[in-house]
DNA sequence: ATGGCGCTTAATAAGCGA
């Protein structure tokens, strides 16, 4: 079962690149973030054409998540309970007897900032809300673009980014919180080239000169992790014309 | 170096992302 997420920032603007990439890479789901859609607009009969469906919870302008699949997805839903958020960040469905979780974290800002705060208090509803999702669903798997760099490995510039949002310590102490439940990062149980990101900034040729940050992560349940025999980083759609910021991170797992 | 680029809504600029 080949897992992937992928930010696709505007899937109105990506969606000859998701289709593309679904073509070429099949796989059973993909998760995507920032489609920035309302659910009136989201293109279903196109991937419904490509060969799969879909579940999306979406707004215009900001946000919006989608899970896209092979198979037939059940038990759909949007948000994180006991935690009201007009902002679509959230959806989750099983497939194949996997519970999906796509995530698109606030991004924060600044550290210090409202925003930042919501980030942690959005954090903080999230993982007590897979705990419980967790014994209900042992098979779980966490995929989406997480807006947190866990090491200074994942940074192309530790000292540069030393205390800036997405690397600060409050952020990775969430993302260790997260491991506490038993998920794992699936990118780290193999080795992985040095340098290895997922977003890179559109300004100063940042992509070219590989000034990116890892922050888009696919997390398994610990009954999944035996079963995970690779996780990689697709670079290929970031070198395409008027490419997403983000590239897609790709998990398989054998159930 | 607080800019840079790209997307969106809106409207001939401004907010936001990361």
Known sequence: MKLATWNVNSL???????????EANQP?????????????????SELQQ?????????QRTY?????????????????????????????????????????YAPNGQSVGSEKYQYK????????????????CYPRLALLGDFNIAPEDR???????WEGNVLVSE?????????????????FRLFEQPEKSYSWWDYRMMAFRRNMGLRIDHILLSEVLIPVCTDCTIDRAPRKLERPSDH?????????
């Open 154 to 160: 994942d940074v192309h510039d530790p000292k540069a």
């Open 247 to 255: 590239t897609p991170v790709v998990a398989n797992i054998v159930i």
């Open 120 to 135: 942690l208090s959005w954090y903080l509803a999230l993982r007590k809300w897979l705990k419980n999702e967790l014994v």
């Open 12 to 22: 109105k603007v990506r969606l000859p690149h998701a289709l593309d990439w679904l």
């Open 170 to 186: 409050p952020e990775r102490a969430e993302f260790r919180e997260l491991e506490q439940l038993g998920l794992r990062d699936s």
């Open 50 to 58: 490509a060969g799969y469906q879909a579940v999306f919870s979406g």
């Open 28 to 44: 059973d789901v993909l998760c995507l973030q920032e489609t920035k859609q309302e659910d009136s607009k989201f293109p279903l």
């Open 63 to 103: 946000n919006g998540v989608a899970i896209i699949s092979k198979a037939v997805l059940e038990d759909v839903m949007c948000g994180i309970p006991d935690f009201p958020d007009e902002q679509r960040r959230v959806i989750a469905a099983t497939l194949n007897g996997v519970r999906v979780v796509c995530i």
